[in-house]
């Protein structure tokens, strides 16, 4: 377990621009993710083996999840909510590699994660119901709750950026004090701690941004004569 420190270390400046670790390690994670995945789909096989069993059995349990809140919608958006389940995912678990550190425990990448499903919010309501439709959701039934909705979209999306960053920095500086006291007595159950809360973290905001997205085209549609 590093050192724990809420300032952000930078990696080098690029002109007026201070590029962060948190920053080169998601860019380069998201890199390798990207080439794992290539690597392992590229050539199915019609008899699949282990590896493409737990690839399947890992993809199918994403998608029943996104179709049981998406509905008809569910292959749409299920790229999306996947690739940020596998990426905060890996994110999350990266604290636990010796010289690594959690790129979510930086503020600055759960805003831009944040933003992304915000963007995204809008990018599938618009595509699926025009951009008129979409926009006339903000005046109803009155266009007197239009700053309420405007102040609901901002404040979601700052609560989503702040809940994830604050989890997972809240667990690894308890997980870093338990150490200090007891030492490397107790790293198992530390290790565990750190597994699941990781997992659990990357389930929740995955789940919010697929409720946000749903939410938004399901939302429009019920708004249609």
């Known amino acids: ?59 199918s349990t994403m998608e029943e999840a996104v179709a049981q809140v998406a509905g008809s919608h569910a292959q749409r ?28 425990r930086d503020l600055s990448v759960t805003t831009a994660l944040a933003i992304v499903v915000f963007l995204s919010v809008h990018w599938f309501g618009i595509r699926t119901q025009g951009l008129k439709k979409y926009l006339q959701h903000y005046l109803s039934p009155s266009p007197f709750l239009l700053p309420f909705h405007l102040i609901s979209e901002v404040t979601r999306t700052v609560a989503l950026a702040v809940r994830l960053f604050g989890n997972m920095m809240s667990l690894e500086m308890a997980a870093f004090l338990v150490l200090m006291v007891a030492g490397f007595l107790v790293p198992i159950p530390i290790l565990m701690l750190h597994i699941v809360e990781a997992l659990v973290q990357a389930y929740i905001f995955g789940m919010l941004a697929l409720i946000y997205v749903a939410g938004g085209i399901q939302s429009h549609e019920e708004g249609k004569p």
């Open 77 to 104: 958006i299920m790229p999306f909510i996947a690739s940020i389940w596998i990426f905060l995912v890996c994110s999350n678990l990266l604290g636990l590699v010796p010289g690594l550190d959690s790129p979510t």
């Open 1 to 59: 377990m590093n050192e724990v420190s809420i300032r952000v270390a930078t990696l080098f400046t690029f002109g007026p621009f201070d590029i962060s670790v948190s920053l080169a390690t998601s860019v380069g994670m998201t890199v390798v993710i990207s080439g794992v995945g290539w690597l392992l789909v590229r050539s199915p096989a019609s008899t699949p083996g282990p590896r493409q069993v737990v690839i399947e059995a890992i993809v």
